[in-house]
């Protein structure tokens, strides 16, 4: 296959697929890595894809949103594993907020049912997960829920988070890196996202490494409001020293 042929094809991948990753695409086409960079590279220049960490998604999409259904099943292992880690940062019958996000909701599955917590959510799936936890006291904000994520948003999911104060918030972001911060692509979640960080005494951000580097339309915040980033083993050794040379610790599960 010649390279504007394949280039084509990429281009196709991903504007049906919302992104494509240079492994996969290697792998696919059976060429190096190196050769799906200078692809990538080829299509960003022209307009027709726009290059992020480990990969691209189509030119003008800094909006895409993938679906709940799609966000559950996408770097599955890597999100079990950040959950795992994250119940060791679970407080002692103690109050937590969660977020709405695929992996946060996976934490949520995790928690034990003998577990003795106040919980706080938005989330209608991560809410569905602790209903039968009899050791958890759960409060359930309301507002207008996003179809697309089953996230209460608007003003009263703000006023909710405006007048509680938690010991941790486990956050969820669509897009992380040092240049610019915390991103997501609604801006009615993300000043939903705003008000629980303001509402947590410790911030920690659950993230796989595939969304470092990427950056989606409504900015929530930056990197130096999250005391701890939870992520997987994909997020380079050199990527993590840069996000910690910032004052915000790193696990990479």
Request: charged share 25%; net charge neutral; aromatic share 4%.
């Amino acid at each position: 296959m010649y390279a504007p042929e394949r280039q084509q094809e990429i281009l196709r991948l991903a504007r049906d697929g919302g992104r494509v990753d240079v492994v996969s695409l290697a792998e696919e086409f059976q060429v190096t890595a190196e050769t799906i960079r200078r692809d990538l590279k080829a299509l960003d220049r022209a307009g027709l894809l726009r290059r992020v960490h480990g990969g691209a998604i189509p030119a003008g999409r800094l909006d895409f949103e993938p679906d709940l259904a799609e966000r559950e099943t996408t770097a599955a292992d890597q999100k079990a594993r950040i959950a795992r880690a994250a119940l060791a940062e679970l407080p002692a019958d103690g109050t937590v907020i969660l977020d709405a996000g695929s992996t946060v909701a996976r934490l949520a599955a995790a928690v034990p049912r003998g577990a003795t917590l106040t919980v706080v959510t938005h989330s209608l799936p991560t809410a569905a997960r602790l209903a039968d936890h009899p050791g958890i006291q759960l409060h359930l904000v309301g507002g207008r829920v996003r179809h697309r994520t089953r996230a209460a948003v608007d003003a009263w999911a703000l006023r909710a988070y405006g007048e509680i104060r938690a010991d941790v918030v486990f956050l969820a972001a669509n897009g992380f890196s040092v240049e610019h911060g915390l991103t997501t692509p609604d801006l009615a979640e993300a000043a939903v996202k705003r008000a629980a960080v303001a509402a947590a005494r410790r911030v920690v951000l659950l993230a796989d490494s595939a969304k470092h580097g990427q950056e989606h339309f409504a900015r929530f915040g930056g990197l130096a409001d999250v005391d701890l980033l939870i992520t997987d083993s994909g997020l380079s050794p050199d990527d993590a020293a840069a996000i910690g040379r910032g004052g915000t610790e790193v696990v990479r599960a």
